[in-house]
C-alpha cells in the first residue's frame, strides 16, 4: 500500500479545525484521508468537532452535549465558518474520510448515518475507545476501524486486536520499533500522529509506518520523496 497522508481535522495548521474550509482546502491539496471528529448534539445531530466544549475553537463557551445544532450554527468556528455536521462534510468532500469518535452514543448515530447512506467503502471509523471501535464494528458490518492510542505499550496491540481492528493510530512521540514490530506481526496497519516536521516524517518513514496524521498539507508532497 502507498503511504498515506491523512489531513488532520481537514489541514488545521493552516485553517479553522474541523470547518469545512479546513476539508476542502484538505481535498485541494490531494490528502489521502481526512480526518474529523464527532460528537452529539443535544437534539442528537452528528456535531463536527474535536473537543467536548466549544470555547477553544468557537466564539462561544460550554459542552457541545448541552447545545442544540441551532445554537451550536449561531457560532463562529474561525474565519466566519459555522459548526459543520458530518452529513454536511460528506456532501462538500469527495476525499476518503476518518472519523474519529468520542464514545459509544456517537457510533450508534455514526452507524445509522453510515447505513443509510451506504459509506462502508468511504469511512473508516477510529476512536481512543476500545468500546466505541467495537459498537461500530458490531452496528456496521465490513467497517473498516482503527484505534487510537496516545499513551500506550506493545499491549496496544492486543487491544486493537481484540476490538477487531486493523489499524493503529499511534502518537509518533510515543512511538517504539519494539511496538511497530508486535504490530506487524498481527499484520495491523499503523499510522503515526501528529507529523508535521521533516524529522518527525523521516522517524515514520524510517519505522516504515503505513502513513501520517498532519496539520500541513505540505507532507503530502515531501512523504512520497523522504526516505
Known amino acids: 500500500m502507498n503511504f498515506l497522508t491523512i489531513g488532520h481535522r481537514g489541514v488545521m495548521g493552516v485553517e479553522p479545525e474541523n470547518t469545512l474550509r479546513s476539508f476542502v482546502a484538505a481535498q485541494r491539496a490531494g490528502l489521502d484521508l481526512i ?18 466544549e466549544v470555547d477553544r475553537t468557537t466564539d462561544g463557551s460550554g459542552p457541545i452535549a448541552e447545545k442544540t445544532l441551532s445554537e451550536l450554527r449561531a457560532l463562529d468556528a474561525g474565519r466566519g465558518e459555522r459548526v459543520p455536521v458530518f452529513e454536511e462534510v460528506l456532501d462538500a468532500v469527495d476525499t476518503p474520510l476518518q472519523a474519529e469518535i468520542k464514545d459509544v452514543a456517537a457510533a450508534r448515530e455514526l452507524a445509522r448515518v453510515m447505513l443509510e447512506r451506504d459509506l462502508v467503502a468511504r469511512v473508516e471509523v477510529s476512536s481512543f475507545h476500545d468500546e466505541a471501535v467495537a459498537e461500530i464494528a458490531r452496528l456496521v458490518p465490513g467497517v473498516r476501524t482503527a ?13 486493537a486486536v481484540a476490538v ?3 489499524t493503529l493510530c499511534l502518537d509518533i512521540r510515543r512511538i517504539t520499533l519494539e ?7 498481527a499484520g495491523l496497519r499503523i499510522i503515526g500522529w501528529t507529523v508535521n516536521t521533516q524529522e518527525q516524517l523521516r522517524l515514520v ?9 498532519t496539520d500541513f498539507p505540505e507532507i503530502k508532497r515531501t512523504g512520497r520523496f523522504t526516505a
Open 35 to 52: 480526518e474529523l471528529d464527532l460528537h452529539l448534539s443535544k437534539d442528537g445531530a452528528l456535531v463536527v468537532m474535536h473537543d467536548a
Open 147 to 159: 484505534l487510537i492510542a496516545g499513551r500506550y505499550g506493545p499491549e496496544v496491540v492486543e487491544r
Open 205 to 213: 518513514r524510517a519505522l516504515e509506518l503505513d502513513g501520517a496524521t
Open 179 to 185: 511496538t511497530v514490530e508486535h504490530a506487524r506481526a
Open 164 to 166: 477487531g481492528a486493523p
